[in-house]
């Protein structure tokens, strides 16, 4: 069955520095794909970046990049530099078609605090 | 662009009152999908629609719990009777066939 772990209930990272956020999943269907999210105190819930299971390179938006090693099934979020404001809930989904016909499947979300 | 549309945004009621919540879209968009998130359970899919038509709703809690989509602009998540447990954000998302889901800002409600 299809499934998301992120093993890290939370984080302090000090200013300025890279942050690594862990996930892994497991699915048996050949084309997935992969999300992070990031929720701050206010509650919105913000698409970050996605990475398709065929995609040859790793996916980057600005800061934020994603680690994706698909032999060990982890896809890592890892925001480079990081800042006060990227505070917040972090979550990875997976969305795999034949698995969750289309559902996007959530994990429990790693909570990062940015110490100044 | 517009995002997702929902409304309230607080909504804050006494328990065996019926509540709607409504989300709008973003135009084009043919998945929607209703999530309900407290700190307890965390993030929990609802109901999700594809083209309109109900696809999966195992994670609706019970009768209570009714949601529809009329045309692809507008869906509506009912609650009737509403009790205490209730009480949580409600996200409305929607996609465009397998891309990332783009969330509305959420409802949140009370039952008193």
């Known amino acids: 069955a299809q499934k998301i772990t992120q093993t890290q209930p939370g984080m302090f990272v000090q200013e300025k520095e890279a942050v690594t956020l862990d996930c892994t999943y497991d699915?048996?269907?050949?084309?997935?794909?992969l999300f992070w999210y990031k929720q701050p105190s206010s509650g919105e819930m913000i698409f970050l970046i996605y990475q398709g299971s065929y995609d040859q390179q790793n996916a980057t938006e600005g800061r934020y990049s994603l680690n994706f090693q698909k032999a060990r099934k982890s896809a890592n979020l890892v925001i480079s530099a990081s800042q006060l404001g990227d505070s917040a809930m972090y979550f990875c989904a997976m969305r795999a078609p034949m698995d969750s016909n289309y559902q996007l499947i959530w994990g429990a979300g790693t909570k990062l605090i940015i110490k100044p | 662009d517009a995002g997702v549309i929902q409304s309230p945004r607080h909504e804050v009621t006494e328990m065996g009152q019926e509540v709607t919540l409504r989300c709008k879209p973003i135009?084009?968009?043919?998945?929607l999908f209703w999530y309900r998130q407290t700190m307890m359970r965390g993030l929990e899919l609802l109901i999700y629609f594809n083209n309109n038509v109900p696809i999966d709703d195992s994670g609706m809690p019970e009768d209570r719990f009714s949601a529809k989509m009329p045309n692809a602009s507008f869906s509506t998540l009912k609650i009737q009777p509403s009790e205490p447990r209730d009480s949580a954000v409600y996200f409305c998302?929607?996609?465009?066939?397998?891309?990332?889901?783009?969330f509305g800002e959420g409802s949140r409600l009370t039952v008193l």
């Open positions: 135009s084009g968009h043919n998945s």
């Open positions: 998302a929607s996609s465009l066939y397998t891309g990332e889901l783009f």
């Open positions: 699915t048996s269907d050949p084309s997935y794909g």
